[in-house]
């Protein structure tokens, strides 16, 4: 499993190269790391996101799934600094990349492994360049696993290659019951925006 930037342990040896990211609001540095996604620069994926969505309410509760190096939590915590911000991600190294890159930025941001967060904690803001390429059944349990957390006003903006199947993950989302809508549309990429699913009344459950 060496070869995925979605590894638990990257096999790749560590080579650290700081990266400069401009929005209109914000101009910050971030460390990256050979092994942890898109280590070369910044995402245009998650750039776009973090230009048009990423703003989180203050005093909310925020997650970033899937934090690699920590680009999208450290934007939402630096516009949002009354908000608690959680980055998960399964890579270790992102992980550790992420808890550094908000401490040098001077950020509180809760870095865990996906199982160490605790059961009761709720989200009302999820920020996602979700894992794709892990597959889809993998995805579908990873964004039901998380989804679910939402609290009950609480909603998830996530940026997806058309190419890479956003259009049938929104529907796939929908049938599933989260009011999913395409927020909008630029280079290839979609911002999808999901709404917590409804509470089913147990007697519906299959
Ligand atoms: C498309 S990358 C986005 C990384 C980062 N947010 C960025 O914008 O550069 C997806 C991330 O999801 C992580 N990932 C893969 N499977 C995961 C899982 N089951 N739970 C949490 N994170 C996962 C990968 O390790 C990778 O860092």
């Known amino acids: 499993m060496a070869g995925h930037y979605f590894s638990e342990q990257p096999g ?5 190269r700081r990266l400069a990211l401009h929005l209109p609001d914000l101009s910050i540095e971030l460390d990256a790391d050979r092994g942890v996604f898109s280590s070369e620069q910044i995402d245009a994926g ?9 703003r989180p309410s203050p ?15 450290c934007v939402a915590a630096l516009r949002s600094p009354e908000s608690t911000v959680w980055a ?4 270790e190294r992102a992980r550790s990349l992420t808890a550094a890159n908000a401490e040098r930025l001077g950020l509180n941001i809760t ?28 995805l579908h349990a990873l964004l039901t696993r998380w989804l679910d957390r939402l609290s009950p006003d609480g909603f998830a903006e996530l940026v997806v290659l058309k190419h890479l199947g956003s259009d049938s993950l929104a529907k796939w989302l929908n049938a599933e019951g989260w009011p999913t809508e ?8 979609r911002i999808l925006r ?8 147990p007697g519906d459950q299959a």
């Open 111 to 138: 870095v865990a492994a996906p199982d160490d967060v605790p059961a009761d904690v709720q989200f009302d803001h999820i920020v996602s360049n979700p894992p794709i390429r892990i597959g889809k059944p993998a």
């Open 12 to 16: 790749v040896a560590s080579d650290v």
């Open 182 to 189: 395409r927020q909008m549309s630029r280079g290839g990429y």
């Open 194 to 201: 999901v709404q917590a699913r409804p509470n089913t009344p």
């Open 46 to 54: 998650s750039r776009l996101l973090m230009l048009e969505a990423v």
């Open 88 to 91: 998960v991600d399964v890579n």
């Open 59 to 73: 005093g909310s509760t925020v997650l970033d799934i899937g934090c690699g190096y920590g680009p999208i939590a």
